[in-house]
């Protein structure tokens, strides 16, 4: 195993945990989903959906990379993953839009659907994607070609990113609508939207230097 | 601009809304009914107790435009922007959207730099919503979960069908009309929505042509005003049933749905019956799916001396209460009722809200009562209670007395003398007149009452 592949899957697992972090990413609709039934069950209930839409929009973003490193140059594809995760960033930096998926009556569908929309409008497949292409492919041989090339590396990248945000979802949700309550929203909400943004950028300038 | 953390007046649930500080500061609707070509003005009014100017008028803008007839108005955010499937709590409550109802003109007046002194930023002219929604008349605003939402009375020609539209909650731009599928419904007027059930409810009254030169006779006595609730899809923005109370229950008006989001009932104020004259309150609420309306409350009319009652009532001999207006405090524990005609002032506990009880009623004004106020006890007061508000923490009622000029011209054709007062609300029942708080509009005509950092019919939940 090279040196990349280190800090690689910790990477994935904790960007995933990030993800799982942001209320407007699945852990409040969950806690919302228990309240309006008055029960935690509805809470566990909407986890599987939520992080299945979540891994689907991570999948689709790798899925496409990979499809498109068979035709690209890697420096090529590089600098368009670059381009797309700044431009996205400053997008969402100056731009607000909140758009309609649902409202508070879902199904399994629904819900899955809203997390993966939601999860693709914030960039979360984009911003993975600079760690996978810095990761060695599946047997760490063939040290020049990233390891986005490798469809397995590709899944293994998604369920391990998807891990982490399904723990973190999980968790907060569980213990906000048993113990802690939404009243700490009110401060603890950070405005996360500003910080995705530069994330999003940050992570874009880093695929450069890959 | 975007705020770094929750702007501090959302609230995730209803019961914590309930903890917010008591309001210092009260914004009304002010109407010129003078007809001498100055315009309408939105007030600022001094609620801190501890101040010099309690209870007194300490700013006001003018709007640039005479006659537009400032009636409802509201914020340009809400704790709605709390919701979890379109969260935006970072942007701020500080835009209040004013429409005239006449004009069709809709300001956007800006509160933040010096909330005593707002500022009009813009204006939205009747061609711009009439070409962007085919609608007249803007009536109720509503800020929800992912913009401005307005209902509107009906068409530029001033007939129907009036119905709902859409504004953009940074930009403010009219983005069209809400309703893709509106099934029979025609008349508009009141909107408000169970967010924890998708469900948006909307009420009727009539067309601009059928209002704005006063109640007319000859439709109200054919039941030609609205009598319906029409229930709708808010994301599908499809219409899915018709309540009807019946066509001699005339003019359907404000809607307080249940403010906690896993309550699916909600309260209806209406006018008149054709019947007897009395008023009512309906109960709207969803058993197995479907939703149906009984009547909780019915209020009599009063027997009276025709020779002190308007022509419009003389035949009659009676003054009608006119519920016109009605409101649910945040725990939906009370819930408070304006008659127009009699100057009653009512609260009703609606705990169990198909069984109400009448906890507390005062008198101010009335047709033929014409009540005073304990600070002015000699001066009989004309207009009567109507547009009410609510503090959060559900401690102090504020009304003001006219209710929309051509129709104040019916019922008190001397001429409203308007006011505005406030009422302390006990904790278990019962309220009182705040004997320090009477406030006199000189030439203008208060109207609706919105309170800083939201009220009692501001703001929507998703979470109980």
């Known amino acids: 195993m090279s040196g990349a592949s280190d800090w690689g899957w910790p990477a994935l697992f904790f960007l995933g945990a990030y993800h799982g972090l942001n209320p407007g990413m699945g852990w409040l609709f969950a806690v919302a989903l228990g309240m309006q039934e008055k029960s935690s069950r509805a809470v566990v209930r909407s986890l599987a959906p939520i992080a299945l839409g979540h891994a689907a929009a991570i999948g689709v973003v790798l899925a496409l990379a990979s499809a498109m490193r068979i035709v690209l140059p890697l420096q090529t594809l590089k600098y368009a993953i670059a381009a797309g995760l700044v431009a996205l960033g400053v997008y969402r930096l100056i731009r607000h839009r909140h758009f309609k998926w649902v409202g508070m009556q879902v199904g399994f569908v629904d819900l899955t659907l809203w997390s993966f929309l939601m999860a693709s409008a914030h960039g979360a497949g984009l911003m993975v994607l600079p760690v996978v292409m810095g990761m060695p492919a599946g047997g760490g041989h063939a040290h020049h070609t990233a390891g986005m090339t490798d469809p397995l590396t590709g899944a293994e990248a998604t369920l391990v990113h998807s891990l982490g945000y399904l723990i973190l979802t999980a968790l907060i949700a569980l213990i906000v609508y048993q113990k802690v309550g939404l009243a700490m929203l009110r401060k603890a909400w950070l405005n996360l939207d500003q910080v995705w943004a530069v994330a999003l950028i940050v992570t874009g300038l880093l695929a450069l230097a890959i | ?464």
């Open chain 2, 1 to 464: 601009m975007a705020l770094w953390r929750p702007d501090p007046t959302f609230y995730p649930s209803p019961k914590m809304a309930m903890q917010a500080p008591p309001e210092k500061l009260a914004y009304v609707a002010m109407l010129n009914a003078k007809e001498n070509g100055r315009p309408d003005a939105l007030g600022v009014v001094d609620l801190d107790p501890a101040s010099s100017g309690y209870g007194r008028l300490v700013g006001q803008v003018d709007m640039p435009n005479a006659g537009d007839e400032l009636h409802h108005f509201g914020w340009n955010a809400c704790s709605a922007c709390l919701c979890p499937y379109a969260p935006h709590p970072h942007v701020e409550r500080r835009y209040l959207i004013v429409p005239g109802i006449n004009s069709s003109r809709i300001h956007i007046i800006d509160t933040k730099p010096d909330p005593r002194k707002p500022q009009i930023v813009k204006v939205i002219e009747p061609e711009t919503l009439a070409a962007r929604t085919g609608y007249a008349s803007p009536h109720t605003i509503h800020c929800g979960p992912e913009g401005i939402y307005a209902s509107a009375l009906g068409a530029p020609d001033g007939n129907g069908p009036g119905g709902i539209f859409v504004m953009d909650q940074d930009s403010f731009d009219v983005m069209g009309k809400w309703e893709l599928d509106r099934g029979p419904q025609q008349l508009a007027y009141d909107f408000w929505w169970h967010l924890g059930f998708d469900t948006v409810i909307t009420s009727e009254w009539g067309t601009p042509n059928m209002v704005n030169k006063g109640v007319n006779p000859e439709i109200l006595l054919k039941g030609g005003y609205g009598h319906k609730l029409h229930v709708w899809d808010l994301p599908k923005r499809r219409h899915v049933q018709e309540l009807d109370l019946g066509a001699e229950q005339q003019m359907a008006l404000e809607l307080r749905p249940a403010h906690d989001p896993t309550r699916p009932y909600g309260f209806l104020g209406v006018v008149v019956s054709l019947k007897d004259l009395s008023a009512s309150i309906w109960l709207w609420s969803r058993d197995n799916g479907k939703w149906g309306v009984h009547k909780i409350i019915e209020i009599p009319a009063e027997p009276a001396d025709p020779a002190l009652l308007p022509p419009l009532l003389q035949g009659f001999k009676a003054v009608p209460p006119l519920i016109t207006d009605i409101n649910l405090s945040l725990d939906d524990r009370f819930l408070y009722v304006s008659c127009f005609g009699t100057g009653e002032f009512i609260q009703y506990d609606v705990s169990d809200p198909l069984h109400p009880k009448k906890t507390g009623s005062i008198h101010l004004g009335g047709i033929v009562r014409k009540a005073a106020h304990p600070k002015q006890p000699k001066t009989p007061l004309n207009g009567a209670p109507q547009m009410v508000e609510v503090s959060r923490d559900g401690k102090r009622v504020y009304f003001t007395n006219s209710l929309y000029a051509p129709w104040d011209a019916q019922f008190y054709p001397e001429g409203i003398k308007s006011w505005m007062v406030k009422l302390n609300a006990k904790p278990e029942g019962g309220m009182e007149i705040d004997p320090n708080f009477f406030l006199d509009f000189g030439e203008l005509r208060g109207h609706q009452v919105r309170l800083e950092g939201g009220d009692a019919s501001s703001d929507s939940y998703c979470y109980s």
